[in-house]
């Protein structure tokens, strides 16, 4: 339970610049209080003690502002920032390493028994308000954006924006997100296309890369005239040595 415990609180502080202490998060984070009311309310779901995993949920979501059904299967090291709002049906299942933002919805869409919520893969990120439903299947490091109604499954490592959402994600959008990983920032509340502030960013993220490369190039280029000069150097050298071996023998 503890070592469960010190994951929970590892992640909160890797995910959220504004942890300060451990005591801070273990009495001001509500999202972890919901996580961990959760692992008893599921443990007593599955000894089919149903009413009370049911209720001590309902004190939960009254606590916390975060529902999530007694029945649904959490992974380790899963995060919920601020978590308000947040709503996880009985049959989803959420992957190792999960970020979802408050306002996020994992639901159903039928009245038919079995499964009928979403499955979250391993690393998924879930923007503030997005809605995922139906029994469908994020994969894998996938994202979600802000607002967002997801209602297809989302490949790994793909970002979905829009209602309803579509895939964005190609090579020119991964050499942007690898880039704003370096300088210091994920948007993970993805905005439209129409956007000229995102716009803007993509722009000098492009602009950035395309330095870069240039950069590399030029790096490439005096590397090989190094190269080249230092061969160079050895055969006027080795040509020096031949002219002296020839005055000596004459000698």
Known sequence: MFA???????????????????????????????????????WLWCKRLRWLARFTSHVARFL???EIHPGATIGRRVFIDHGMGVVIGETA??????????????????????????????????????????PI????????????????????GATAVGIPARIILDEQDKSREEKAAKLGFSAYAVTKDDDPVSK????????????????????????????ERDSGLSASRWAGREIVDQKDRIY
């Open 200 to 227: 803007a960013i993509e722009a000098l993220l492009d602009h950035s890369n395309h330095l870069d490369e240039r950069l590399e190039d030029i790096l490439k280029e005096i590397e090989a005239l190094k190269a």
């Open 137 to 156: 299947t994020v994969g894998d490091g996938a994202r979600v954006g802000s607002n967002a109604v997801v209602v297809k499954s989302v490949p790994p």
């Open 4 to 42: 469960r415990l010190q994951e929970d609180l590892s992640c909160v502080f890797e995910r959220d610049p504004a942890a300060r202490t451990r005591w801070e998060v273990i009495t001001c984070y509500p999202g972890l209080h919901a996580l961990l009311i959760h692992r008893l309310t599921h």
């Open 93 to 134: 299942e959420v992957g190792d390493d999960c970020t979802l933002y408050h306002g996020v919805t994992l639901g159903g869409t039928s009245w038919n028994k079995g499964k009928r919520h979403p499955t979250l893969g391993r690393a998924v990120v879930i923007g503030a308000g997005a809605k995922v439903i139906g």
């Open 64 to 66: 916390t502002g975060i």
